[in-house]
């Protein structure tokens, strides 16, 4: 079976680009499948994250992202002209190497345009790793009406596109819901993909972890409160946060008139992210919304308990609540505050909910998960023409 993963580029190191390199290893590794990804804005930059010698990759050298550094006018010259060749140069390879099924993710128009009108016969899969709440989009941050106006149709076109695909993969049963009529819509939850098989974690250090995009998404001004009143009653804790993004310095900022520069550090991604886990006692998910939160993932199986604001969606599939974490009414911060301090102040409680927690993830490994992606492969080939 043939496959093509159409994605921006894998330069950096995030949760989508971990996932669907981790994806594609597995298909190619474990179950054989002939898997080509194309990227268009990879350029000189690294893979984040090692890439199977099995997995071909092509990427087709349009940088999308140079456009900005012009005035508009001349902006939009160049997106049609990049636009043009990205979609001809996806046909081309899409006709030579005939794949029997093309995937792209909901992250980005372009890709979802280019495969929705690829005149071949192999299957469309669109991944939703985000709420559908927050997908597209674009008018909410737009204060001039016709940008506004036209990020608006953009929007709904988006979502007409994503609705003609073959099928959706969504990580959750209530993102599912959220579609509505959808040719086909699945629920396949993304897996873990490095289960440690031994752990360090004691359990007993005192400090919190949280890992993340820097961006509105993620909460961390609502973390910073939270934190506020952490300290206030454990001022011997610290949190330790782990990302890059826009609102970085607005952050620091925060972090500093609030007086937390010794409790409270921000520092860049990291590769090796399951030994902060481990030099963890507690995980702490802020977010205001998630398509699933692979990070809870992580830390659980790192014996690592969790406490997550109950957001759309995600926390509340992998969490059981009081048993191997917490769920926190989504945006309470005083609430999420009170559950740190309640967890800091029981040891014994933490490491019983995080050797459960290590026990219940076991449940998104690979075996599990990607056994799912291949029932769908087979039931949307049933029927498939000949190339």
């Given amino acids: 079976m043939k496959i093509i993963y159409i994605f921006r580029s894998f330069a950096i190191i995030g949760g989508v680009e971990k996932i669907l390199i981790n994806k594609m290893n597995y298909l190619s590794e474990k179950l054989g499948y002939d898997i080509t990804v194309i990227t268009y804005e990879q350029g000189l930059h690294p893979i984040a994250f090692p890439l199977s010698p099995k997995v071909k990759h092509i990427d087709l050298g349009i940088p999308f992202h140079t456009r900005y550094k012009y005035g508009l006018l001349k902006r939009f010259f160049i997106y049609i002209k990049m636009k043009h060749r990205f979609k001809k140069e996806i046909a ?48 909410i941050q737009r204060r001039n009406l016709i940008f506004k106006l036209a990020s608006s149709i953009a929007d709904r076109q988006l979502y007409r596109y994503i609705k003609r695909c073959d099928a959706l993969v969504t990580l959750t049963q209530d993102d599912a819901k959220e579609w509505g009529a959808i040719k086909k819509a699945v629920i396949i939850p993304n897996m873990i993909a490095n289960y440690p098989s031994e752990i360090k974690t004691l359990n007993n250090q005192k400090k919190v972890i949280s890992v993340g995009r820097l961006t509105e998404q993620k909460g961390y001004d609502m973390l910073i409160k939270v934190w506020e009143l952490v300290n206030k009653i454990h001022p011997e804790w610290i949190l330790e946060i782990y990302g890059e993004g826009e609102m970085k310095e607005a952050l620091l900022q925060e972090i500093k008139e609030k007086q937390l520069d010794s409790v409270i550090t921000i520092h860049k991604p990291t590769k090796h992210i399951y030994e902060k886990y481990m030099e963890s006692s507690i995980y702490v998910l802020s977010s205001r919304w998630e398509g699933f939160a692979l990070v809870l993932l992580e830390a659980m199986s790192c014996a690592i308990p969790c406490i997550a604001f109950n957001c759309p969606y995600g926390a509340s599939d992998i969490i059981e609540d009081g048993k191997d974490g917490i769920i926190v009414e989504n945006g309470n911060i005083k609430q999420l505050a009170e559950k740190i301090n309640f967890l800091i102040e029981n040891e014994e409680l933490r490491k019983q909910m995080g050797k459960r927690a290590r026990e219940n993830v076991k449940k998104f490994l690979p075996n599990n998960v990607m056994s799912q992606w291949s029932e769908l492969f087979l039931e949307l080939l049933k029927n498939k023409p000949n190339n």
């Fill in 92 to 139: 081309h390879h899409v006709k030579l190497i005939k794949p029997d099924i093309t995937i792209c993710t909901t992250y980005s128009f372009l890709d979802i345009n280019a495969i929705i009108h690829l005149q071949d016969t192999s299957k469309k899969i669109i991944e939703s790793h985000s709420a559908k709440m927050a997908i597209g989009k674009r008018s």
